[in-house]
């Protein structure tokens, strides 16, 4: 903008000018309007919009060195920005010094996302030294930046030296056992972070070692979240020596890695009753009906107050499904319960229902893509009659047709606790479909059904979509 121009600004009524602000988005007003001059910039920090940014969201928009610069020079006195998120953005080195700058004298910002961007040791460094004065920031996330080992000493600083940091996110960065190592130091005497997000790197079993001999005193950490990074039951006996004395952690994720029953036998005899533990996600492992029969044995005993507990996809079977249902008839804590995916047949779901006729915690079941089919269906329909606590059931992809509807459509007329209902993937045709219609005119509670990838014509549909919305499903 020229000095004739800018001048030219200036004369209008502020009225107007606030007006033209009204046009622009945050980018256009944080990055060039408050850099044009002194008089401008004061104009724009009464702005009553400018007043009430607090979060800054610029994605994909390749920032240089120079518009970070700029942005650094716009931020050193803002007082109103508590986010920004600079994720895509090819942020070299060169301008994660500029984002350094703008964390050592901004007193303001609690969250950053740099997700996926292009920094070295060298940008990791710019900001890890800024990160060790600043005071204010809660949230990091350095998501997909190739982190490697020297770079992971930089942030093993931060770690030792910040105060403030509650919420880590290293997620894909390819992070090793070496880099864990680091990371590991630390966090040994660390009492500020409380969520650490790791998913997605190549922990294995000896990194995972050092993450469980840096927490094993750790009083402030309550997520640890280790999904996918080849963690094998060698792994989850170092980190079951966690819980030994651990009274905080709340949750653990240890989905999609190679944990064996085993491994699950580590981790329940290291589970007592102080343990804080509440939502444990053991997803796409491979703990078999001898793992389910571990962990049954803590539900059944009421040990653990676990409240979530997502087992999908590790082969549990028909017998681990039996000693799961026997356990989840006397627990009195569990309130979501995912066994998606486990060959539980008609024969696995029958031992469920009738487990769950009487449990009066468990809201939320997900039993899709486990072929219970019709028979099993009718099983639940028995059970829909009688458990006054399901809210939400998922049987998508369960070869369910028409005479497995028939039953739940019958239960559904006298249910008066589901919300949501998933029969997507499956064999339902017109008839049954417009059984389950005519139903729920007498059901108030459900609000959410899904049909979608069935047998039915797109004109069936279409007229079955028309009749769910009469009765505003």
């Given at each position: 903008m020229s000095d004739k121009k800018d001048l030219y600004l200036l004369t209008l009524p502020i009225e107007i000018i606030f007006h033209i602000l009204d046009e622009l988005d945050e980018f256009t007003i944080i990055f060039y309007v408050r850099n044009v001059c002194t008089q401008l910039k004061t104009i724009t920090d009464t702005?009553?919009?400018?007043?009430?940014?607090?979060?800054?969201?610029?994605?994909?928009?390749?920032?240089?060195?120079?518009?970070?610069?700029?942005?650094?020079?716009?931020?050193?006195?803002?007082?109103?920005?508590?986010?920004?998120?600079?994720?895509?953005?090819?942020?070299?080195?060169?301008?994660?010094?500029?984002?350094?700058?703008?964390?050592?004298?901004?007193?303001?910002?609690?969250?950053?996302?740099?997700?996926?961007?292009?920094?070295?040791?060298?940008?990791?460094?710019?900001?890890?030294?800024?990160?060790?004065?600043?005071?204010?920031?809660t949230t990091l996330s350095l998501y997909n930046n190739k982190i490697n080992v020297q770079s992971s000493t930089y942030l093993?600083?931060?770690?030792?030296?910040?105060?403030?940091?509650?919420?880590?996110?290293?997620?894909?960065?390819?992070?090793?056992?070496?880099?864990?190592?680091?990371?590991?130091?630390?966090?040994?005497?660390?009492?500020?972070?409380?969520?650490?997000?790791?998913?997605d790197n190549k922990i294995n079993n000896l990194g995972t070692k050092y993450l469980a001999d840096a927490l094993e005193n750790n009083s402030t950490l309550t997520i640890l979240d280790l999904e996918n990074n080849s963690i094998g039951d060698e792994g989850i006996q170092y980190l079951a020596k966690i819980f030994k004395n651990n009274t905080t952690l709340t949750t653990l994720d240890l989905g999609n890695n190679t944990i064996g029953f085993n491994g699950i036998k580590y981790l329940t005899d290291s589970l007592g009753e102080d343990t804080a533990l509440s939502i444990l996600n053991l997803y796409n492992n491979y703990i078999g009906s001898t793992g389910a029969r571990y962990l049954a044995e803590i539900l059944r005993a009421n040990k653990v107050k676990l409240t979530v507990l997502h087992l999908g996809s590790n082969r549990i079977g028909i017998e681990g499904t039996r000693d799961l249902a026997i356990a989840i008839g006397n627990n009195t804590t569990l309130t979501i319960l995912n066994l998606e995916r486990n060959q539980l047949l008609n024969e696995g779901v029958e031992h469920l229902a009738d487990a769950l006729k009487n449990n009066t915690s468990i809201i939320t079941l997900n039993l899709a893509r486990n072929v219970i089919g019709d028979r099993g269906t009718k099983y639940l329909a028995n059970l829909l009659g009688k458990n006054l606590t399901l809210v939400t059931l998922h049987l998508g992809e369960n070869n369910i047709g028409n005479a497995g509807i028939e039953c739940l459509a019958q239960a559904l007329k006298i249910n008066n606790t589901l919300t949501t209902l998933t029969l997507d993937h499956n064999r339902i045709q017109f008839q049954g479909a417009l059984d389950l219609a005519n139903a729920l005119q007498n059901n108030k509670t459900l609000k959410s059904l899904d049909l979608d990838y069935n047998e039915m014509a797109a004109e069936e549909a279409q007229y079955l979509a028309r009749e769910l919305r009469k009765i505003k499903v």
């Amino acid at each position: 903008m020229s000095d004739k121009k800018d001048l030219y600004l200036l004369t209008l009524p502020i009225e107007i000018i606030f007006h033209i602000l009204d046009e622009l988005d945050e980018f256009t007003i944080i990055f060039y309007v408050r850099n044009v001059c002194t008089q401008l910039k004061t104009i724009t920090d009464t702005y009553y919009e400018y007043q009430s940014f607090t979060e800054l969201a610029i994605e994909h928009k390749n920032l240089d060195e120079e518009k970070m610069q700029l942005l650094a020079q716009s931020l050193k006195d803002n007082t109103t920005l508590t986010t920004l998120d600079f994720r895509s953005n090819a942020i070299g080195d060169q301008e994660a010094q500029s984002i350094g700058n703008i964390l050592l004298v901004n007193t303001t910002l609690m969250t950053l996302h740099l997700h996926t961007n292009e920094m070295s040791d060298r940008g990791i460094h710019h900001l890890a030294n800024a990160l060790e004065h600043n005071t204010t920031l809660t949230t990091l996330s350095l998501y997909n930046n190739k982190i490697n080992v020297q770079s992971s000493t930089y942030l093993a600083n931060v770690l030792q030296n910040n105060t403030t940091i509650t919420m880590l996110h290293l997620c894909n960065n390819k992070l090793g056992a070496q880099e864990t190592k680091h990371l590991a130091d630390g966090l040994k005497n660390n009492r500020t972070v409380q969520e650490l997000h790791v998913v997605d790197n190549k922990i294995n079993n000896l990194g995972t070692k050092y993450l469980a001999d840096a927490l094993e005193n750790n009083s402030t950490l309550t997520i640890l979240d280790l999904e996918n990074n080849s963690i094998g039951d060698e792994g989850i006996q170092y980190l079951a020596k966690i819980f030994k004395n651990n009274t905080t952690l709340t949750t653990l994720d240890l989905g999609n890695n190679t944990i064996g029953f085993n491994g699950i036998k580590y981790l329940t005899d290291s589970l007592g009753e102080d343990t804080a533990l509440s939502i444990l996600n053991l997803y796409n492992n491979y703990i078999g009906s001898t793992g389910a029969r571990y962990l049954a044995e803590i539900l059944r005993a009421n040990k653990v107050k676990l409240t979530v507990l997502h087992l999908g996809s590790n082969r549990i079977g028909i017998e681990g499904t039996r000693d799961l249902a026997i356990a989840i008839g006397n627990n009195t804590t569990l309130t979501i319960l995912n066994l998606e995916r486990n060959q539980l047949l008609n024969e696995g779901v029958e031992h469920l229902a009738d487990a769950l006729k009487n449990n009066t915690s468990i809201i939320t079941l997900n039993l899709a893509r486990n072929v219970i089919g019709d028979r099993g269906t009718k099983y639940l329909a028995n059970l829909l009659g009688k458990n006054l606590t399901l809210v939400t059931l998922h049987l998508g992809e369960n070869n369910i047709g028409n005479a497995g509807i028939e039953c739940l459509a019958q239960a559904l007329k006298i249910n008066n606790t589901l919300t949501t209902l998933t029969l997507d993937h499956n064999r339902i045709q017109f008839q049954g479909a417009l059984d389950l219609a005519n139903a729920l005119q007498n059901n108030k509670t459900l609000k959410s059904l899904d049909l979608d990838y069935n047998e039915m014509a797109a004109e069936e549909a279409q007229y079955l979509a028309r009749e769910l919305r009469k009765i505003k499903v």
